[in-house]
């Protein structure tokens, strides 16, 4: 699916559905349901309930439990709304006995749409890919996450194929739809095969720069950081995943030239198919010299975002890097939330968070501008020390 800025698109109203089990805290699962909503926000839907429910561990039938799918199927017809999100990935076995309870025959003139969480963030990629290099990637993840739930996708397609022009006993039509769709994958792997390859050669032919990536949790600024400095026009707008294309720009400071690159967002259970399918992306972050990794302070849960994408780069193997930690939007933070005023950059450097890390830590504002020349400087600092031991000979630009 394309989204077009020049098409209205029609708001459709939606309830997310949690579980607080044994390992979690409620306020924990609100925390991830608020972000469950700001993902379905940046989708164009409107969020008009909440339903958790408190169990052992997720109810392996429907999710919740049967009194509490009856809720929520009351809920959803009697006030017409359009999708019911969960806020876990759903198997194919419960997707299906979900739909049967919110969709049974008695209200065939109105269906309500069912969506996981891998679900809608697979939408919004497939929404914001613009370059054939992302939109491969969002297709190869999507048709990874329909193959295992074709059955309940398509359950009209059950019968049997047969006669004229079909040779042998025939096939269900559903096994020729996996069949297609199987197909469609292995050719869209071999594609993605050459566009890594082309873009490996790309990455090796930009000389011997040392090259900085930005990296952090979706929505913390890391866009609007890269216009900051290399003064681009990198599009950065306060939704999730404004950006899923790698954008890599030359930047000088103080006369030193390196290569800054603009990467996707990190997001809490962000689905396995889309971290294999955007393999090049995260090929342009293990293959820099130095992290920027961008943290939003005024995020009420910036330090499970910090962790977040800590362990996400852990997992894809850039441990030892040299890292600046920055703490963006500083102009928005507070100790009290109830207070209308902004902490001072003084204050702010005597908290708990100087001292969270042995990296390099620095709080800027990047829409205002502000202490962004202690960014800069302690950047060039990171990359002079990497230049001077790649090129020793080389002083020109100290």
């Known amino acids: 699916m394309e989204a077009s800025s020049d098409i209205e698109q029609h708001i459709e109203t939606c309830v997310l559905i949690g579980v607080v089990t044994q390992n979690q805290e409620a306020e924990e699962v609100d925390e991830y349901l608020d972000e469950l909503e700001f993902l379905a926000t940046t989708a164009n839907a409107q969020c008009v309930k909440r339903f958790t429910q408190n169990l052992t561990h997720p109810d392996r039938r429907t999710f919740v439990g ?22 876990d990935e759903l198997s194919p076995s419960q997707l299906r006995n979900i739909e049967r309870v919110v969709n049974p025959d008695e209200f065939a003139d109105f269906k309500v749409k069912i969506l996981d969480r891998n679900n809608l963030i697979l939408d919004i990629f497939a929404a914001r890919a613009r370059t054939a290099h992302a939109k491969t990637q969002v297709e190869l993840a999507q048709y990874q996450y329909l193959l295992p739930r074709l059955t309940n996708m398509w359950t009209h397609l059950s019968k049997q194929k047969g006669g004229i022009g079909m040779k042998g006993p025939g096939e269900k039509e559903i096994e020729t739809d996996r069949r297609i769709i199987r197909d469609k994958i292995a050719l869209l792997k071999t594609k993605l095969t050459q566009i890594d390859r082309q873009m490996a050669t790309q990455r090796g032919n930009r000389g011997g720069m040392v090259r900085v990536a930005l990296v952090g949790y979706t929505n913390v600024g890391k866009s609007t950081i890269m216009n900051m400095i290399s003064k681009s026009e990198v ?29 996707v967002g990190f997001i809490r259970k962000l689905p396995h198919q889309l971290i294999e399918s955007f393999k090049s992306t995260l090929d342009e972050t293990r293959e820099s010299d130095i992290l920027i ?39 928005q933070y507070t100790f009290d939330p109830d207070s209308p005023d902004a902490v001072s950059l003084k204050a702010l450097k005597k908290t708990w968070m100087a001292k969270m890390t042995d990296k390099d830590i620095v709080f800027i504002s990047a829409i205002d501008k502000g202490n962004v020349e202690e960014f800069k400087d302690m950047l060039y600092e990171r990359v002079k020390e990497i230049h001077a031991k790649r090129y020793p000979y080389n002083n020109y630009y100290f």
């Open 293 to 331: 990794h961008v943290v939003d302070v005024s995020h009420p849960g910036f330090e499970d975002q910090y962790h977040v994408v800590e362990k996400t780069l852990a997992e894809i193997g850039t441990e030892g890097k040299p890292t600046i930690i920055v703490f963006n939007k500083i102009d």
């Open 235 to 263: 599009f950065a707008e306060n939704k999730l995943f404004a950006t899923l294309d790698t954008t890599v720009r030359k930047v000088v400071i103080h006369n030193l030239p390196f290569l800054l690159a603009d990467t």
């Open 66 to 87: 049967t009194g509490k799918m009856e809720e929520i199927k009351e809920y959803v017809h009697d006030h017409q709304v359009d999708i019911v999100i969960f806020d």
